[in-house]
């Protein structure tokens, strides 16, 4: 394994306000499975952004398979034989997964009319080598996260990449479909003889799937470690620079009145098919109910349609004793509900806009903020959106950047942040450490248990299992739009859970 | 720390406003350049031709006053265009808007034929901002709860509303001189709008108008009603999510842009024409849209390049006098447009090599300075 894949030497990347990279020397080699953590704004993004020639450093050179890249731009990466899959999925959502696979490299009739069949046959070949399985004619818009990202890494493969770069991909991923992903590295590492360069936060996935493990701090490289080396308590402190100790939440125990009830609740999903089949469920105030399901099993659409952002086909939902049929997303918010979306680039933030706007979003109206209802007061808005960066200790280049420029972890920050700063009696929760660093999951984790010791019913869905399980106090397990059991997190292991999530009934497995 | 960040976000915020407003003067100097080009290869004096062109807009007060006037269209016009594209919709149906605001207006005039003054002017306004709300209320609704496209829709509406108002001018509305065929009677003069300069267009009109682009650049730039819209035309689905009323905010931005339409054709009318006949407009909303387009849709921009562009046009009727077709104006308007659309992509690719250079220049002068790091 003595060949090298990819050398950096001495890049830095300097935007406005933030040296992102700071002086980063990091040879990778052919074959190998190279893990990179750090905390959210670290600059793992932007250090394989430059790799795939998004961006040009201000400083150094990068060198793949001993040929220095002199123009970047990633039509020379990928034919160099660099693939990456981002953070944020950049797929036409209107088109097939063969036609997005295929794109810019499109199989021709005649060379010159696009040939559907031949897309959908390249694709069934590339799925048939790697291991991956979807389906060619399926809609991009239509099919779930975890298989978008199926279609994005086919993409590369198909484009011939040989060293592949992963940004954060187990983030949208249940346990399952990770392993699945994990799976298909190994496969391509052995038999293909691919570099793989993976983004996580979950530590004991590097644990799992790499060979070597490099740390990013503030923009720096901190650590090139052989990853047998390490354990996930040693990678944590070098990645935030102290010990992170998932202490015990301390949750009490004052259980109210029932804050949220949903009663035979059916919704359809982006294709008029049945998503929620019949569910009822019911939330009390100062209690968590967590909602464990594999990816597109309803969990999504459930949450949309109790916040608004879906219409209900028939049953009822009821927050704080009033029945929400056909409100929008403000009326209900008006009740006293405040929501996490699942997805954060197209429904939780403005990605053109600052973060001080994002931030004041829901309180422009406040008198505070509101001159006599007739002027901003600009000077009060930024005061407190820069008291909410400093408290949600969100890292970036300040409050008046766009925050599509800031990290993936940063961005939900600021969504976490604001969500939680009507102090919602309700709360619905989707998804809220998705692509954030183990320090500020700590935090996260926190002021969701402060939300519940202080009275919030919290509805919470989550891929992560281990989130469900540290957080809620009650379960309830999805398959295919219908519950299928209901426990006390504290008389279940995920081992059993993990029954229910594929669909067996709580009637069928234990009569009790 | 922080007041330095503030202090350095301000310096950059500056900067990019510099490099506009850089390429658009490089922009509008290569438009005179290509022209000037155009004209010699024609076998027109360029200089005698900007010349006369400088004259026809600043040779006397009334001209001044000529292009006050049509600065003023293209302003409210402009700004129209740029409160539709604040909330995510593109009106391009301001013609037709326009159109219907200035034959109701002067229809009300004339029905009230009579009456004082102060009741006319106020209702023949509300007439045109009415007709040209409710004309850009249908795109708007079909957009919002149809999902219409808009730009289609307005397209095929300026040319109902253009046949519309021309069946109107020559059928029912018609006036009764037999010599004029296809226009509405003539307002009675106690209405029209008093003349700032004589003899030219100018009127107390622009007096109103300065109100409205007030008006309208507080509430994008001041209030939270402005940022609602931004947010709401910038990610409509996380506007609806946060709680915004969309909907109601797509429909009224479209609304009021339509009225602002409406009120200049109802400042044609009653300032420079007192009569409706098809001239009341050549495609003036188009011009103002195009200003908008050019000005980034940023609605300051929008008011000063209104100004330079109106020079252009009214400089360029000078020009006619010495035997250059006026044309020339439209060919140098395309061109600041081609050249400022063009820029970026340019300025991106500059930047991106001068990037690349610094890169290797600093690893050179690493490898020549021997060992530096490790
Ligand atoms: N296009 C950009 N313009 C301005 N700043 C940027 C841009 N891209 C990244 N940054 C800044 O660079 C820093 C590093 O960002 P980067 O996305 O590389 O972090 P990351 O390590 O990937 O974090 P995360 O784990 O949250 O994804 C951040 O402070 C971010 O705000
Ligand atoms: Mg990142």
């Not at chain 2, 296809?182 to 004589?198: E, H, Q, S």
């Not at chain 2, 011009?287 to 252009?312: C, D, H, K, R, W």
Request: charged content about 20%; hydrophobic content about 45%.
């Amino acid at each position: 394994m003595g060949e090298i894949a990819v050398q950096f030497k001495h890049i830095s990347m300097e935007f406005p306000g933030v040296l992102a990279n700071d002086d980063i020397t990091l040879d990778i080699r052919k074959g190998e499975v190279f893990a990179l953590v750090g905390e959210n704004g670290a600059g793992k993004s932007t250090l394989m952004n430059i790799l795939y020639g998004i961006n040009t450093p201000t400083n150094g050179e990068v060198f793949i398979r001993g040929k220095k890249v002199e123009h970047f731009d990633p039509g020379v990466a990928i034919s160099l034989g660099v693939g990456m899959v981002h953070q944020h999925f950049m797929l036409v959502p209107s088109f097939t997964v063969a036609q997005n696979i295929v794109l810019s490299r499109e199989p021709k009739k005649m060379g010159v009319f696009f040939d559907n069949k031949g897309a959908e046959k390249e694709t069934e070949k590339l799925v048939k080598t790697y291991g991956l399985t979807v389906e060619p004619s399926a809609v991009v818009q239509e099919i779930s996260v975890g298989l978008q990202q199926r279609v994005e890494i086919l993409k590369t493969l198909y484009r011939g990449a040989d060293i592949l770069i992963l940004d954060e991909p187990t983030a949208v991923l249940t346990p399952q479909e990770t392993d699945e992903l994990f799976a298909v590295i190994r496969k391509i590492v052995r038999e293909h003889g691919m570099t793989v360069i993976i983004i996580t936060h979950k530590l004991y996935e590097v644990m799992q799937i790499s060979d070597r493990v490099g740390v990013m701090r503030k923009g720096k490289l901190v650590g090139v470690e052989n990853t047998s080396d390490m354990d996930e308590r040693k990678l944590a402190s070098l990645m935030v620079g102290r010990p992170v100790l998932y202490e015990n939440l301390d949750k009490e125990d004052d259980i109210g009145d029932e804050q949220i009830r949903v009663d035979d609740l059916v919704v359809g999903d982006n294709r008029g098919l049945v998503a929620v089949d019949g569910v009822s469920l019911s939330v009390r105030s100062g209690e968590i109910l967590g909602i464990a399901a594999v990816e597109g099993n309803g969990q999504s659409e459930l949450l949309e349609a109790i916040t608004g952002m879906r219409k209900i086909e028939s049953g009822s939902v009821t927050i704080r004793g009033r029945q929400i049929n056909g409100m929008d997303p403000g009326a209900i918010r008006g009740i006293g509900l405040a929501h996490i979306p699942e997805d954060r680039i197209s429904t939780g933030v403005c990605a053109d806009a600052s973060v001080s706007d994002n931030l004041l979003m829901g309180k422009e109206r406040n008198p505070e903020f509101n001159t006599l209802g007739i002027a901003q007061n600009n000077a009060a808005i930024r005061k407190y959106a820069s008291e909410i960066y400093e408290k949600f200790d969100i890292r970036g280049a300040g409050i008046d950047v766009n925050v599509g420029s800031m990290s993936g972890g940063n961005m939900q920050k600021v969504v976490v942040a604001r969500e939680f700063s009507f102090d919602a009696p309700v709360l619905i929760i989707s998804q809220p450490t998705r692509g954030v660093d183990v320090g500020a999951i700590e935090f996260i984790h926190e002021q969701i248990i402060q939300q519940r010791n202080e009275g919030a019913a919290i509805l919470l869905s989550s891929a992560d299992l281990d989130e469900v399980f540290r957080l809620s106090d009650r379960i309830i397990t999805l398959y295919e739009g219908k519950v299928t059991g209901e426990f006390k997190a504290s008389e279940i292991t995920k081992e059993e859970i993990g029954y229910f999530m594929t669909g067996k009934r709580e009637t069928e497995a234990a009569h009790e | 720390m922080n007041e330095k960040q503030n202090g350095f976000f301000a310096n950059l915020a500056e900067k990019l406003n510099l490099r506009y407003i850089g390429s658009l003067v490089l922009s509008v100097l290569l438009a005179f350049l290509i022209c000037a080009v155009i004209l010699a290869v024609a076998g027109y004096d360029p200089i005698a031709t900007y010349g006369a062109m400088w004259n026809g807009a600043f040779d006397s007060l009334r001209h001044v006053g000529d292009f006050l006037e049509y600065a003023m269209v293209l302003c409210i016009c402009g700004l129209a265009c740029v409160l539709g594209a604040r909330v995510g919709i593109f009106n391009v149906g301001g013609e037709g808007q326009l159109l219907l605001g200035a034959i109701f207006a002067c229809q009300i005039g004339i029905w009230l034929q009579g009456t004082t003054a102060w009741i006319v002017i106020p209702l023949a306004a509300v007439g045109a901002m009415v007709a040209g709300g409710l004309y850009a209320f249908i795109p708007g609704w079909l957009k919002v709860k149809q999902k219409v496209d808009e730009v289609i829709t307005t397209i095929m509406m300026n040319s109902i509303a253009a046949f519309l108002c021309q069946y109107l001018a020559k059928g029912p509305w018609k006036n009764a001189n037999k010599n004029m065929v296809a226009a509405t009677a003539r307002l009675n003069a106690d209405y029209w709008f008093g003349n700032l300069i004589p003899r030219s267009n100018l009127t107390t009109a622009i007096i109103a108008a300065a109100i409205i682009a007030f008006a309208v650049w507080y509430v994008m730039q001041k209030t939270a009603t402005g940022y609602e819209m931004r947010i709401t035309g910038s990610n409509p689905r996380f506007a609806f999510f946060s709680g915004l009323k969309t909907d109601k905010i797509v429909i009224l931005g479209m609304v009021v842009s339509g009225m602002m339409c409406g009120l200049v054709g109802m400042f044609r009318v009653y300032g420079v024409e007192h009569l409706y006949r098809a001239s009341i407009s050549n495609d003036y909303y188009f011009e103002g849209l195009t200003v908008a387009m050019i000005a980034q849709y940023n609605p300051v921009t929008t008011i000063y390049l209104s100004l330079f562009f109106a020079v252009l046009k009214i400089g360029a009727q000078g020009i006619e006098l010495i035997g250059v077709p006026s044309q020339i104006y439209l060919i140098m308007q395309t061109v600041i447009i081609f050249f400022m659309a063009a820029e970026k992509g340019i300025s991106e690719s500059i930047q991106k090599s001068l990037q690349a250079r610094r890169a290797k220049q600093a690893a050179i002068a690493r490898m020549k300075g021997g060992v530096s790091h490790e």
